[in-house]
């Protein structure tokens, strides 16, 4: 029997008892389909630090690069807001991100029919809304050096950031795009501040080049980051497959979570470049949600995304499609039938906490 | 008489022709109240490039920083797309905001009434909304070296931009939002991403040091940027004055706009430090669109920003507080009279083009 190696990393806040719901999909994936799934927790963000010091020990660092795949909860907290910066709760994250070499950040935004309701915006802009925002995940200011606060003495501090691309990192983010959308509907869009930035010249020319090399079947727009940002709040329909750096990346995809109205529902796949023996690429998978201290441990929490995470996992890392596409179906039946978690209530639906919301969920799978 | 020297920049695209409209008011503003307002226009953008070969040449630099205040029209369209990248048409704002000190960008996000249904929003959720993005604007990213392209050989490149802040670079803009706050509702929200930046760690420091120090009055709260972002198309009247970096502040300020469903209709200002001997500010206004090149030179364009502009800059360089917010009335009265440009046009309201707005608007005043 195959046997898949698993590490759970739910993190703090609202991930433990959101992943316990998966714990759950697993042991009847297991028994239903003998998936051969073996899990195991360990910690990440600030339950790591209170536990080892660091928000990720080397120990569950090399657990995750041998698993077969990872599923993250979510890290932070007031509680560590003082902590030193080498050892806040993101640097676990982020660790994960840059040592598994996880480069291609996938972002789905879609609306579930039956939540576009609870968007801010106009129902008929977002219903049946399906975009994915690419972002690029191990470069950028995330990652460039010098990174550092000088004291420059007389009471002035000088904080700096470095962005930095090479065309390496461009070329293959862009290919993941071309690719991707290969599989949608044909449409990317390019997004950075050229007009203002030097690695914005390069991403645009880059990005220019690889389609006109590989992808002419493509088609190809560019937009400046701010006006693209304006673009998607005003019509998000009009993308397909929105491709941009590491910090466009992560405002753009939280702004289009959150114009679905169904930010507790999202999932993520951050997936690396596959191994050139055997093919495999690492990955992790991490709903969108932050880790909501404010409802942890109460039984509240919306597991929706997380549950969304692990069929993202199915599909990217195990090919079992069949499987995620009946896991997908499964949510969208829930939400349809009016089971409801707290986020997501609306008149005439059924409140539910985090374990009935998981079990609805494994009962309709 | 006083004389006011104001020096109009009006770019490309729908620039002039917008401008054409405020050159009515003013001539208006002379007659009736001897305003002594002397006025000339220049060049800016890729109008400038192709007459002098820069997008802002010396002679009108000095003309800028000379003046009482600039009104400023808007740069750029594909026809300059190949220029080299230091005579692009946003060099010569970017070395106007630069080399005239200002620091200070206010971008007030309003929604007329009369417009609220142009909004992708909800109109509830936008109907009355009143909020003041304040955008650090002479550092940061835009101005931080390294920045630059360099050939690695191998067909690689590198990109680096840099941003950097220092502690008085901060305190200042903190001192002005502040200051805003005191006159308008007494909230501050500074928004950074300090969980993967060290300039959001100094920003985060340096914003909570001079709140504690000078302004206890005022309300401050802090949010990572990509969580502001999603709380501002959530429900944006939860904010009174944000205040953000220079790359933040851009993408946030303009997607702040989108949502008022008003973005033809938006001002802006963006101020210097007051002069130690005369205590006079440098000062630019800005309308906050783009420069439209589509439906340039048709008098189609909207010149109600460029107006409103124009109404900022007699409240804030001018203090002509009557003046302004006449003229602020006018437009408001114009609008709820349903006469419309193109962009704004709505069911049984009267399409005008851009002469025939400027002319009911200075009716009107
Ligand atoms: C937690 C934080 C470091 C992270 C980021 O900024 O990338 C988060 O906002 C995200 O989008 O995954
Ligand atoms: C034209 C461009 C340089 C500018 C900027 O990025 O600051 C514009 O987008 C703005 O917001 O004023």
Known sequence: MTTRKLLLLPGDGIGP?????VEKLIAAINEEAGAGFESERALVGGSAYDAHGAAISDADMTLAMDA????FGAVG???????PYESRPEAGLLRLRKDMGLFANLRPAICYPALAEASSLKREL???LDILILRELTGGVYFGEPKEIIDLGNGQKRG???QVYETYEIERIARAAFELARTRRGKVTSMEKRNVMKTGV???EVVTAVHGREYPDIALDHMLADAGGMKLVQNPKQFDV???DNLFGDMLSDIAAMLTGSLGMLPSASLGAPDEVTGKRRALYEPVHGSAPDIAGQGLANPIAMIASFAMMLRYSFE???????LEAAIAAILDAGTRTGDIMAPGCRQVGTAEMGDAIVAAF
């Not at 008892?17 to 719901?21: F, L, R, T």
């Not at 907290?77 to 902590?83: L, N, Q, S, T």
């Open 17 to 21: 008892e959101a992943m316990a719901e």
């Open 160 to 162: 700096v950031d470095t």
């Open 202 to 204: 390069l991403w645009n």
């Open 242 to 244: 929105i491709v941009t």
């Open 320 to 326: 079992m499609v069949a499987e995620a596409d009946a």
């Open 68 to 71: 077969d795949a990872v599923l």
């Open 77 to 83: 907290g007031p509680k560590w807001d003082g902590v």
């Open 126 to 128: 977002v219903d049946g």
